[in-house]
């Protein structure tokens, strides 16, 4: 299929060439890891938890939707540089499928931030975090659709503002409100009456819920079908949008 | 090269009419709508190399980008390789090649990854990508740095790199946007011998410049363009004959050279004359040979100092000052 095969080109390019760049696998390994190795240790105390791997059910899957928000919004800034390059325009004089374009690049980004995942989850695992493989593997599709997401949305504004000028004060303040209405960091469970109802508007909160959830081993939880629907449904969204933005970009 | 070689006589591989761009775009608060492309008719037979001659902003980028598919035209029509562009945009796809004036490889990918991956977005099977990557690679005297990241090359070598990206699934047509722009004199030379090798392979060439030289020597056709219009259109040689005389050329000072210009500009034998920025003047007459004694005559008797009198033939230059009043080389 066309579609598939366009999109295992652009993905193999795109896979490559961030593995040639030793700084970027460097420091797409060790930011988690300090995370995990210097904030976590603060979180027992913080959060009034019985065990450090109580501590732990609650933070990681925290840092992991973190992980996938961030490292999904800022990709824009390297299509800008592609954009820049000429090398989209280069694409778009072929037949190659629009989707694919992005889907490539998308899916580059889920399988990275999905290696980071891995990486925190086995390190947490020496830190007495326990976890059922079902629920973990539920938990990182929810991980894979956000990075889906927002890898997406990201690609498709780079595309209409075509300046990192306007990118990232653009990215951050999408950032911002998202991350501290999400409950990420702490739980909402410490939030005012209406913070959290300002909260549940936002989809990334159900998503840590259902995440925090399925670590928690709660499967059963409403939260986590409901979270996994929600976040699915903004990631075709995205993904739709965003490939128009190929289709149709001017310069 | 080509699969399918000689071409019959007359076929026409570019046909449009009427096409027309305008983009709008903002200056604080103001919109401003700029006509970039104004109605443009072209015919481009198979198997030449058409140029498309014209100064910064003509609309030359505009009209290949549009011929290319990637900006829609505001209205017209086209033909390319048999394919209608807005009926059929994915099928001009596949029978063109283009290749941006701002270039488009990238830096930290080595010239056979960028082709082999070209190549392969065109459907192509992987060992045929190598193969004709290879080639290419061979053809473009780019085999030694092949595995080299693409920002260690030079601008000429840059430059090769993306006609081979443009040509290696054998369009029928390849538009080339400004291909010789920052090459040294050698590596234009150059760059003509491959664009006439793919002439000779039978690929039809339509490249765009603003060198003379370049439209005279290189192109078997050119239209000149001005203000998103086609002003004139032919091979070189008929563009040129069609300005009947020739061409005196005086050097003057920079100071004298407005006096000298009232003084000439009345002469019944002077058709049209032009001033030159570095000082002197081009005087279009019917016959050089007995024009240029009575120039002599009439500069030296007001006392002014001439250094230098030529005779030239009509340039391309100088059919751009017919159509347009002005010159290529000021614009
Ligand atoms: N995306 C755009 N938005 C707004 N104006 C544009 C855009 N692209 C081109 N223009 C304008 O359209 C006109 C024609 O531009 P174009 O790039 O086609 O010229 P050109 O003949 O290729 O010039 P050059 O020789 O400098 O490359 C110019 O006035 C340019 O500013
Ligand atoms: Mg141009």
């Known amino acids: 299929m066309k579609l598939a095969r366009d999109t295992w080109l652009i993905f193999q390019r795109q896979l490559h060439l961030l593995l040639r760049n030793p700084v970027w696998v460097f420091v797409g390994v060790f930011q988690p890891v300090m995370y995990l190795l210097l904030f976590a240790p603060l979180l027992k105390p913080a959060l009034n938890a019985p065990t450090q791997a109580e501590a732990y059910k609650i933070f990681v899957p925290g840092l992991l939707v973190l992980l996938a928000i961030f490292g999904g919004l800022f990709q824009g800034f390297g299509l800008i540089a592609e954009l820049r390059a000429g090398v989209i325009e280069r694409s778009r004089v072929t037949p190659v499928s629009r989707l694919a374009l992005l889907l490539g690049r998308s899916l580059r980004d889920v399988v990275s931030l999905l290696v980071q995942a891995v990486i925190i989850t086995l390190l947490a695992l020496l830190f007495d975090l326990r976890v059922f493989i079902g629920d973990l593997l539920l938990a990182y599709l929810m991980l894979a659709l956000i990075a889906l997401m927002t890898s997406a949305v990201s690609y498709g504004v780079a595309l209409k503002v075509k300046s990192e000028d306007a990118l990232a004060p653009l990215m951050n303040t999408v950032a911002q409100p998202v991350l501290l209405l999400s409950g990420i960091l702490l739980p909402l469970a410490f939030a005012p009456g209406w913070l959290q109802g300002i909260a549940r508007w936002n989809p990334f909160s159900w998503a840590v819920d259902g995440t925090r959830a399925l670590f928690a081993g709660d499967i059963s939880n409403d939260r986590v079908w409901q979270g996994l629907t929600i976040i699915a449904v903004l990631a075709a969204a995205g993904v739709y949008w965003a490939a128009r933005q190929f289709a149709r970009s001017v310069r | ?331």
């Open chain 2, 1 to 331: 090269m080509m699969a399918d070689g000689g071409h019959e006589r007359g076929e026409v591989m570019i046909e449009t009419r009427g096409l027309r761009k305008s983009f709008r775009s903002r200056a604080g608060r103001e919109t401003k709508t700029v006509d970039a492309v104004r109605g443009v008719d072209l015919d481009v037979a198979a198997g030449e190399i058409f140029g498309f001659l014209g100064p910064n902003g003509a609309g030359k980028t505009t009209t290949l980008r549009m011929l290319a598919t990637l900006i829609e035209p505001d209205g017209g029509q086209a033909t390319i390789a048999g394919a209608d562009l807005r009926k059929d945009p994915g099928e001009v796809r596949r029978r063109i090649g283009y290749v941006a004036q701002g270039g488009s490889t990238w830096d930290e990918s080595t010239a056979r990854e960028e082709l082999v991956l070209q190549a392969r977005l065109y459907g192509i099977s992987k060992t045929e990508a190598q193969r004709r990557a290879t080639r290419a690679l061979a053809a473009f005297q780019l085999t030694e740095f092949a595995d080299r990241k693409c920002k260690t090359y030079s601008g000429g070598q840059r430059r090769r790199v993306e006609i081979a990206l443009g040509i290696i699934h054998e369009p029928k047509i390849v538009f080339l946007d400004e291909p010789t722009t920052g090459l040294d004199p050698q590596s234009r030379a150059h760059m003509w011998d491959e664009i006439r090798r793919l002439r000779a392979d039978g690929m039809t060439v339509f490249i765009t410049t603003h060198y003379l030289d370049e439209a005279d020597a290189l192109c078997d056709r050119i239209a000149i363009m001005d203000h998103g219009e086609v002003v004139a259109e032919g091979t070189p040689t008929d563009l040129k004959r069609e300005i009947s005389g020739d061409v005196v050329q005086v050097g003057l000072d920079v100071a004298t050279t407005g006096e000298a210009e009232k003084l000439l500009a009345a002469e019944e034998y002077v058709s049209r004359l032009e001033t030159l920025e570095e000082g002197g003047l081009r005087l279009f007459v019917d016959e050089g040979a007995t024009a240029i004694p009575r120039i002599l005559r009439r500069v030296d008797g007001a006392g002014l100092e001439l250094r230098s009198i030529e005779l030239h033939r009509p340039s391309l230059d100088d059919v751009f000052l017919t159509k347009t009043g002005r010159s290529l080389r000021e614009s």
